[in-house]
Every structure is written in C-alpha cells, then in structure tokens.
C-alpha cells in the first residue's frame, strides 16, 4: 500500500495556548491508524491525532437509492503549543493488532513560540 505523504507538512509553528489541526491521509477501511511518539522534549507540545467528527451523512436523492458505502474514515493531528521551544514526533500509520509494521512514517517538527 502506497500512502502519500506528499501534503504532510515536516514543520510547523504554533504559538503557546494555540491549537492546529492537521488532516491526515488516512487508510483505516484496512484497519490502519495513526499515531504518534515522541521523539524531543515533549513539554513544549502536544501531539495527538483521532478521528475527525464525522457529519451526518446527507439525505439519500431518492429513497430507494442506498447511501455511498463510506471511504476511509479521516483521521487528524492536534497540535497544541505547550511552551516556547522546538519539539520533534514521529506520526506513525499502522494496524494496531498483528504484525504492526508501519505502513507510512512521517517526522513533524513543531515550532512553538
């Protein structure tokens, strides 16, 4: 399975108290998920990554016609700025049973000022 990470941005700034969302490419119809390790200073911020909120679906255009089956489910990252300084993590794409080999890997540094 090829994942691309092409969007994912390797650095990014938030000031203390502010939160960024950053979507996720996301293949968990397989049963892939993201999540995260840290690799620095985990004081200076919070990374932590789940499910966007799902939207009710909208109503089918004709009763007798089912809804689209549904794609992946989105996943995202939380980015919140902890205190002044450079932080480093690791989003890890997996299955979380089995084998666990990551799937995709992708390094975030995160600048807070």
């Known amino acids: 399975m090829s994942v ?6 390797e650095r990014v700034t938030v000031r203390v108290g502010e939160r960024m969302v950053v979507e996720l490419p996301s293949y968990a119809g397989s049963g892939n998920h993201w999540s995260v390790a840290p690799l ?10 789940g499910p966007v909120p799902a939207e009710p679906p909208p109503p089918p255009a004709t009763p007798d016609v ?9 996943e995202r990252a939380v980015i ?3 205190a002044a300084g ?28």
């Open 66 to 74: 089912p809804p689209p089956a549904a794609a992946a489910i989105p």
């Open 40 to 49: 620095a200073d985990g004081e200076v911020a919070r990374v932590s990554v």
């Open 80 to 82: 919140e700025g902890l």
């Open 4 to 9: 691309d990470l092409s969007r994912l941005p």
């Open 86 to 113: 450079v932080s480093r993590c690791r989003l890890v794409l997996a299955r979380p049973f089995g084998d666990q080999t990551p799937t995709a890997e992708h390094e975030l540094e995160v600048v807070v000022i």
